[in-house]
């Protein structure tokens, strides 16, 4: 009995070596290090940035996509309805148009703020992140960088408003509107909103392409992304 005992244990012990030695092999051969690996996210955030965002920067960049498209905020939306049922709808289908045309130039020309930022980014645990979700490297630069962003980002988006003359578009919306009777008047911070959801959008782009890279072998161009990226798939 004892001697089928050990028989079945040593087969047992071959098999799970067999079993363990046939995963060793499917691993990417050569250890990277997680500075190697923080090497690759930013890479791959620095693609997000250059195939991406620079979508944002074109005319319509914003307000055909529909993922970053700038809606207003609730506070407009009966400004909005307002002026149309007093046969404005013109002049509020302008208005929208031109919150996402100042995120659209802002966006130009914040884009190399972006990009320091990235090259700024310590990936304190790089292989957490890298084996975290299909936009983990984008939720880390996200926590590391919105609060620095939004304080230069701010006055681009307000230069960005006088650029594209949405500043006096706007002041002649809400003058209209609160000329009407029975209306609450309405003073929105527009530059704050449109700072935060132009940042909503860059980072929303970067994580399509963070996302593409994590699951397309395709869209991992260069080596060290290849490397890097083999490890979580």
């Keep these: 009995m004892i001697r089928k005992f050990l028989i079945l244990a040593v087969i047992f012990n071959l098999t799970a070596c067999a079993e363990l030695q046939q995963v060793v092999n499917q691993l990417p051969q050569g250890t990277l290090g997680n500075d190697e690996i923080a090497s690759g996210l930013r890479q791959a955030l620095d693609f997000g940035i250059d195939k991406q965002v620079s979508k944002l920067t074109q005319t319509d960049g914003f307000f055909k996509n529909e993922l970053v498209k700038i809606l207003l905020p609730d506070e407009l939306k009966k400004v909005d309805k307002a002026l149309r049922d007093v046969g404005l709808s013109n002049l509020a289908d302008e208005g929208l148009k031109v919150l996402n045309r100042a995120a659209e130039d802002a966006v130009k020309e914040a884009t190399p703020i972006f990009?320091?930022?990235?090259?700024?980014?310590?990936?304190a645990d790089a292989k957490n992140i890298l084996l975290g979700s299909d936009n983990a490297a984008t939720q880390y630069l996200t926590s590391k960088t919105e609060t620095s962003l939004y304080a230069k980002f701010h006055p681009v988006i307000k230069k960005s408003f006088s650029k594209v003359g949405a500043?006096?578009?706007?002041?002649?919306?809400?003058?209209?509107?609160?000329?009407l009777p029975f209306t609450a008047d309405v003073n929105p911070d527009l530059t704050d909103y449109v700072t935060n959801e132009a940042l909503k959008g860059v980072y929303t782009m970067?994580?399509?392409e963070e996302k593409d890279i994590r699951t397309k072998y395709?869209?991992?161009?260069t080596d060290l992304l290849k490397r890097v990226f083999a490890l979580q798939d």
Excluded at 115 to 123: N, R, Y
Excluded at 167 to 179: E, F, G, K, V
Excluded at 218 to 221: C, W
């Design 115 to 123: 990009v320091d930022a990235v090259k700024g980014i310590t990936f």
């Design 167 to 179: 500043d006096q578009i706007w002041s002649n919306l809400i003058t209209r509107y609160n000329a």
């Design 206 to 208: 970067i994580a399509i």
């Design 218 to 221: 395709s869209s991992r161009t």
